[in-house]
């Protein structure tokens, strides 16, 4: 085992122990939180240990790393997720290697994205992002929507041709009444995800929690933890 396998495998299996306490904790089944590995600013070497080590959910946000990587990496059994804000002009890429879009937060994506998934054959997988310190009518300082537009997007996304409503996503605010209170956050998403699911019961999946907060998340009932650097350590940021 190299040393940079010995290291991720270390950084998992702390990781691992993390969601198991938190789901114990939680009185959850193991198996009801997936674990979704965040890769971006990691080579292509590191996404091939982590299938190698078992991970299947891998998570980028940025088209123009992704893509070389994702395609690198095509024969790997893994699910791909895009996580960040996607402008227009990169969705037909996204849609070439991404199974879920996770940052779906206005109309006009709606519209992009069900044109590139229809061209590609594709089914695309699609999370609301929801922006809990977006006033109404708004968006998030990191992309979102406001709660108030959730069953709006909801609806075209369920009613666009090549897509699939698959659930809501958050990321823990920064700014608003929920800032440094992310259980109270991610326990918020999960209320809108109950309404959601009375009118789309199969979008069941509820993506919350990071790092730093995934125990918060787990407690609050999150489907999916996005991990980076706890299982993959720090890098510097791309430029």
């Known amino acids: 085992m190299t040393d940079r396998k010995a290291e991720i495998a270390a950084n998992l299996a702390k990781v691992e122990e993390r969601i198991a306490a938190a789901c114990a904790a939680a009185g959850r089944a193991r198996d009801e939180v997936t674990l979704i590995v965040v890769t971006k600013t990691y080579p292509a070497s590191d996404v091939r240990i982590l299938a190698d080590l078992g991970v299947r959910h ?31 002009n990169k969705v037909r890429s996204v849609v070439s ?16 994205l069900s044109a ?7 089914e695309l997988g699609c999370l609301i992002q929801v922006a809990l ?34 659930g ?30 009375a009118a789309h019961p199969a979008a069941n999946m509820v993506s919350a929690g990071m790092s730093a907060d995934l125990e918060e998340a787990v407690a609050a009932g999150a489907t999916h933890v996005r991990v980076g650097s706890a299982v993959l350590g720090v890098r510097p940021r791309l430029r």
């Open 116 to 122: 590139a998934a229809v061209k590609a054959e594709r």
């Open 58 to 88: 891998v998570a980028e946000n940025r088209d123009q790393d992704a893509a070389p990587k994702a395609a690198e990496c095509a024969d790997l059994p893994l699910t791909w997720h895009f996580v960040g804000q996607l402008q227009t």
């Open 97 to 112: 290697y991404a199974d879920l879009v996770q940052s779906v937060d206005r109309p006009k994506l709606v519209t992009a």
């Open 168 to 197: 809501l996503m958050t990321v823990a605010p920064l700014t608003g009444p929920y800032a440094g209170r992310q259980q109270a956050a991610f326990q918020r998403l999960v209320e809108f995800s109950t309404l959601l699911r």
């Open 133 to 166: 310190d977006a006033e109404e009518g708004g968006r998030g300082d990191r992309g979102g929507v406001a709660p108030d537009g959730i069953e709006e997007l909801a609806g075209l996304v369920a009613e666009a041709p090549g897509l699939r409503l698959d």
